[in-house]
């Protein structure tokens, strides 16, 4: 028996282990890419929702607008409004650049300028 046969299986074996570590690199770097496209395609799909929402808030404050405006003398708007609690807050001078008038306010408390919901006529 040689002395050389233990060094040389050691050798191998730890060229083997080297080689299994690269092959392990390779896939995690693989998948550290995938990961990086999908998470820049989510990032621009959430800038774009991003870019949306001021029209949102300005048909939702319409949509609110209308139906205050709508339960002056329907019954039904009445109710939504006194189920949702929908109000009609005064802005602040200068506060709102767009210069929609109305919003939708969840609690009184949130916003001092709020003015109560009118009630239903019974």
């Known amino acids: 028996m040689s002395a050389f ?5 050691l050798a191998v074996s730890f060229a083997l282990f ?4 690269i092959s392990n690199l390779l896939t995690v770097r ?10 820049l ?11 949306q929402t001021p029209q949102l808030e300005a048909r939702l404050a319409k949509l609110f607008t209308d139906i205050l405006t709508l339960a002056k003398d ?3 708007a009445q109710d939504i ?3 949702s609690g929908i109000q009609l807050t005064l802005p602040q001078p200068g506060a709102d650049a ?18 109560p919901a009118p009630t239903p006529a019974k």
């Open 41 to 51: 395609a989510l990032k621009e799909q959430r800038n774009q929702i991003i870019k």
């Open 74 to 76: 329907n019954k039904e």
């Open 98 to 115: 767009n210069g929609s008038t109305a919003k939708p306010s969840s609690s009184p408390a949130a916003t001092p300028e709020a003015t």
């Open 30 to 39: 693989s998948s550290l890419v995938d990961s990086n496209g999908k998470f």
């Open 81 to 83: 409004v006194a189920r």
């Open 5 to 9: 046969l233990p060094l040389t299986v």
């Open 18 to 21: 080297l080689v299994s570590q």
